[in-house]
């Protein structure tokens, strides 16, 4: 009970901090903007062999891209907090351990799906068609993977002491993930041995599945394995966050 | 009843790097009574705040006991947590945020309801003089109001025992002096038990009741300043710096301010 009460207050404080920052949230949605109202038109005559229209394919690559590059940063704020001694005056309460997780988690949750909302909504301007459910659904994948990449780089912030050293990871992992999970265009256009090397990479099955949603595919093989390894990733990531908690850095 | 707050005994904090470990705290006991203001002096790297540290709950000893506030440091953690209040040297404000923000945020942290942590806010802000600040945001306030801000943080929860990490470093010759006064007036209102660590000799030689001088990891030294520089200057007119060389050997990190 405590737990949840904790995470709340700590999400309050969060979700306050990132509203007073609203250049910063501006910002953040720039790049995705940027890319449906300038890449996507690009597409609209291509067959991106996936079915569909082009902004069916697009749209969930955009999605999934805003949540793999705002979610990975958001230790940033944490490091931060580390570095000021926030953290510390937080820890030194009887507050439960877990809930700065926690908090600062389901608030990048809520943050990174109120930016997706917008996404598609623009998306609907541009000319995306897609059902209702099939968005829904998109947005609950959207939201489980916001929170694996969230509590990933929360457990990140815990573990290294300076932005370049976060940033240098962060970047690394977050660069080859988007290229080799065909977030952009789909793997369907790659040759047999890229294909083979996305297969690897979680975030594949997320983004196919949440292409597959905006179709209004639902019952099939891709969106069971999108959801399936979205849910592990989930539980993985909030698993490794609450461990970097847990274990005090020396 | 006991009117001891803080019994150390034989506490030790040993970081294992990949250059091999590091002994950063090597055995420190000690006790503080109630309402008792220590000053725990070291150069730097004797390891006063990993010390601190430790009696704060954020870093687990590597061994040895402590009981503050009648709870055990390792049994019992969140009872010690429920009992303190800690005041870092970076000090713990989001300079974007409000005091009254922090503060009421600091409460409901504490576990009081949402009224009761307002209330507090207030009752805080009143004491130590930060009404007309509350709703600024901390980036707005002078260092000396800062640091009034962070320690009323410290005191949300009416601590047996409040720990300061070098409060007064960085702040003018007037601030400092207004934050003794203050930290004398928390002790003397509320029996509040000090433990606070500082570089400046003149602050401990002012405000503590009682210095505990660190070295290498070790207590080297306690007593009164009077004491101290009786027993290691020769004379109880000397002043705790001259005492401070005699015992560590060397100079004092910084030299006090003339002030």
């Not at chain 1, 501006?26 to 597409?43: D, K, N, S, T, Y």
């Not at chain 2, 002790?187 to 038990?193: A, F, N, P, V």
């Not at chain 2, 401070?244 to 301010?257: C, D, K, Q, S, V």
């Amino acid at each position: 009970m405590n737990l949840l009460t904790d995470t709340g207050v700590i999400f309050g404080r969060a979700l306050r901090a990132t509203l007073r920052s609203r250049t910063q949230l501006a910002f953040a949605m720039l790049q995705p903007v940027l890319f449906l109202a300038l890449f996507g038109p690009l597409l609209t005559e291509l067959d991106l062999g996936a079915g569909g229209s082009s902004w069916q394919v697009l749209v969930p690559g955009v999605l999934v891209q805003l949540t793999l590059l705002g979610g990975s940063f958001v230790g940033i704020g944490l490091l931060m907090d580390r570095n000021t001694g926030v953290l510390d005056r937080i820890r030194a309460t009887p507050v439960s351990p877990l809930a700065p997780l926690l908090g600062r988690t389901l608030r990048d949750v809520v943050q990174l799906l109120a930016q997706s909302v917008v996404l598609v909504l623009l998306g609907l301007a541009l000319g995306l068609r897609a059902p209702l459910g099939g968005v829904l659904l998109g947005l609950l994948l959207v939201g489980l993977l916001a929170a694996a990449l969230s509590a990933l780089s929360h457990g990140l912030a815990m573990r290294v002491r300076t932005v370049p050293e976060f940033a240098a990871v962060a970047n690394t992992a977050a660069m080859p993930l988007m290229l080799l999970s065909g977030l952009l265009l789909p793997m369907t256009l790659a040759p047999g041995w890229l294909d083979g090397a996305s297969r690897a990479v979680p975030l594949r099955y997320t983004v196919d599945a949440v292409r597959e949603a905006f179709l209004g595919h639902y019952a099939n093989g891709t969106v069971a394995a999108g959801v399936a390894v979205t849910v592990a990733l989930a539980g993985l990531g909030l698993f490794a966050g609450a461990l970097a908690f847990r274990r005090q850095p020396a | 009843m006991s009117t001891t707050v803080i019994r150390i005994r034989g506490l030790t904090r040993t970081f294992r790097l990949s250059t091999g470990p590091v002994h950063a705290v090597r055995g420190i006991d000690l006790t503080a009574r109630r309402g008792e203001i220590l000053g725990f002096l070291g150069p730097n790297g004797a390891g006063k705040t990993t010390t601190l540290r430790m009696l704060t709950t954020l870093l687990p000893p590597s061994g040895g006991e402590a009981e503050i506030a009648g709870h055990d440091l390792v049994r019992d953690p969140a009872g010690v947590r429920r009992r303190i209040g800690y005041v870092a040297q970076s000090g713990g404000l989001d300079l974007t945020c409000t005091g009254r923000e922090e503060l009421v945020t600091q409460g409901r942290l504490h576990r009081l309801d949402r009224a009761t942590a307002r209330d507090r806010a207030e009752e805080l802000a009143g004491d130590l003089g930060l009404t007309d600040l509350l709703d600024r945001p901390a980036g707005t306030l002078s260092g000396g109001q800062r640091r009034r801000l962070e320690i009323a943080l410290g005191l949300v929860n009416h601590p047996e025992v409040l720990f300061l990490d070098e409060p007064t470093t960085g702040l003018d010759p007037g601030s400092r002096a207004e934050l003794w006064q203050l930290v004398g007036d928390v002790r003397d209102r509320h029996g509040t038990t000090v433990f606070l660590t500082t570089h400046y000799l003149d602050e401990a030689d002012a405000l503590a009741d009682r210095v505990v001088v660190v070295d290498a990891g070790t207590v080297v030294a306690e007593g009164t300043p009077t004491e101290l520089k009786r027993r290691h200057a020769g004379d109880p007119t000397a002043s705790l710096q001259d005492a401070f060389l005699a015992i560590t050997g060397r100079g004092a990190p910084e030299a006090p301010l003339a002030v």
